[in-house]
């Protein structure tokens, strides 16, 4: 028979997950909440309970190169970092494309989910959903959660005495949706994420005056990296990877400050994170830096605590009159559908094997695609988590035991602890994660294999950026087109950029861009040897 699967969610998880499934010959049955697909990136002008929520202004931080669906690149006009509108047009065209719309039932709700009585021997799940006012249960032999985890803000009210005081507004992030009520206002916006960043630098431009209050700090990084090409087309790569976890810590964290820095010194403008070696996911701003030096935006630490018209920080000083508090604190992650002791099977801690499973369940039939977080795109992640979800609920993949997944779980929140700070993180190392998946359903590239037989090839897998092409070079769900893709993908990045010719567009060179860190690493290591 046929395996019934139920997926929760038509954003870009759920249309991975609707397509592996249709891979594998499985039948999905996929419940949105919306009138269309997208998720976060279907951009609404007001907020929706249940959903998530963007502002207008959002541009991807990924390049289309790095987060192209790995069997469905960008078209070569669409430009390198896109608008929230260009990003959704894209997911449109491939929900449309793999013929994926018919599979998805929109304004339904799903209420809850449920094991049934048999679970033990079946796997078996009773979901029922909402539509119209009218309920309806149906069982499926497998569930995949895809709801995401930008729904329920985070905001943190106890930690600031005084907040009830305070009788201006007071809103999270997700209710922001363009600047122009704020024109000649005092704003303190706290947080120090993509998302604060992104909203103070916007109202710089129109506000009276904007400041960023920091518990901790962030890195900024610009999307524009060496010689004006994208960030991640050069510092995501398998060979940076390998050389920032095989060097000595002490040289890994020093290169990586150093990469960090290298557009402007963060402590001159108050940014420079607490603990500056900890890979937590850094800002993506190109602006911040610019408004800091003209004065619009000013950077402070935590808020001591508020009064009815000021903020007193740590520091002393004082904010005064502000018209607007805007928390651009992150958010929770919550599936009310589901029993929290599924899913936070320890501790009350989320506890998923690599992300996705529940260990302690008697049958791995309920997978959770999305919750990850790591400098790589969110579309390639979850069309290689979907993969082996598949494989896995299909049974042609099984789990380890429940002992060596829960040694697991623990062995990454001692590396997670060490890497970023936290060990209950979401975050993970990208090309390490996808890596791993990918060996689970024999579609990781062999490296070695690849330079014997088709160098030219090997050397755009391992010096060249980690597109999503390269996890369907082999193995399951194999793409003829991936080679190729590979070969010109440099070709797609320069196509909407050259539209004023001044010559033959410039490639980088692999070789420069590694041969430089190789002898720093190098200079670095004897250095450390002679000295220590």
Known sequence: MVKKVAIIGAGISGLASIRSCLEEGLE????????????????????????????????????KEMTCFPDFPFPDDFPNFMHNSKLQEY??????????????????????????????????????????????????????????HHVYPNIPKESFPGIKLFKGKCFHSRDYK??????????????????GCDIASELSHIAEKVIISSRSGSWVMSRVWDEGYPWDMLFITRFETFLKNTLPTVISDWWYMKQMNARFK???????????????????????????LCGVVTIKPNVKEFTEDSAIFEDGTVFKSIDCVIFATGYSYAYPFLDDSIIKSRDNEVTLFKGIFPPPLEKPTLAVIG????????????????????????????????????????????KKLKLFGKSDTIQTD???????????????????????????????????????????????????????????????????????????????????????????????????????
């Open 371 to 414: 919750l990850v977080q790591s400098l790589g795109a969110v579309i390639p992640t979850t069309d290689l988590q979907s993969r082996w979800a598949v494989q896995v609920i299909k049974g042609t993949c099984p789990l380890p035991s429940v002992k060596d997944m829960m040694n697991d779980i623990d062995e990454k929140m001692g």
């Open 91 to 148: 997911i449109t065209m491939f929900a449309k494309e793999k013929n994926l719309l018919k599979y998805i039932q929109f304004k339904t709700i799903v209420s809850s989910v449920n094991k049934r009585p048999d679970f033990s021997t079946t796997g078996q799940w009773d979901v029922i959903t909402e539509k119209d006012g009218k309920k309806e249960s149906a069982v499926f032999d497998a569930v995949m959660i895809c709801s995401g």
């Open 28 to 63: 999905p049955t996929c419940f949105e909440k919306g009138e269309d697909v997208g998720g976060l990136w279907k951009f609404s002008d007001h907020v929706e309970e249940g959903r998530a929520s963007i502002y207008q202004s959002v541009f991807t931080n990924s390049s």
């Open 430 to 532: 990208y090309v390490v994660y996808m890596d791993e998946l990918a060996s689970f359903i024999g579609a990781k590239p062999n490296i070695p294999w690849l330079f014997l037989t088709d160098p030219k090839l090997a050397l755009e897998v391992y010096f060249g950026p980690c597109t999503p092409y390269q996890f369907r070079l082999v193995g399951p769900g194999k793409w003829p087109g991936a080679r190729n893709a590979i070969l010109t993908q440099w070709d797609r990045l320069l196509k909407p950029m050259t539209t004023r010719v001044v010559g033959s567009p410039l490639k980088p060179c692999l070789f420069c861009n590694w041969f430089r860190p190789v002898l720093i690493s190098v200079v670095s290591i004897a250095a450390f040897i002679v000295l220590f």
């Open 178 to 195: 363009e600047p122009g009520i704020f024109k000649g206002k005092r704003v303190l916006v706290i947080g120090l994420g993509n998302s």
């Open 266 to 292: 963060h402590e001159n403008y108050g940014l420079m994170p607490l603990n500056g070696t900890l890979r937590k996911e850094p800002v993506f701003n190109d602006e911040l830096p610019a408004r800091i």
